[in-house]
């Protein structure tokens, strides 16, 4: 090849670019949503028992979705 030849290879390379299909925005969104309407819930069951039951139930409802979404990010 060419040296005219690779730098037109190399521009051609450097405008595409990666398109993915949008999921990681989607889940995240739903994955927001989830702690919106856990937060309250888990307040309330604090809130009719004790501070100690509400984050009992707190850490598994929103904290291990919240490591189950980081884990699927990680390739």
Do not use: D, H, N
Request: hydrophobic fraction near 60%.
């Amino acid at each position: 090849m060419t040296a005219q030849q690779l730098a037109r290879a190399r521009g051609r390379y450097r405008q595409e670019g990666i398109v993915g299909s949008g999921a990681g925005v989607i889940i995240w969104a739903v994955f927001f949503f989830y702690v919106l309407v856990m937060a309250p819930f888990c307040i309330l069951i604090g809130a009719k028992t004790s501070s100690r039951m509400g984050w009992l139930m707190a850490a598994p409802l929103i904290f291990l979705p919240l490591a189950l979404l980081i884990a699927a990010l990680i390739p």
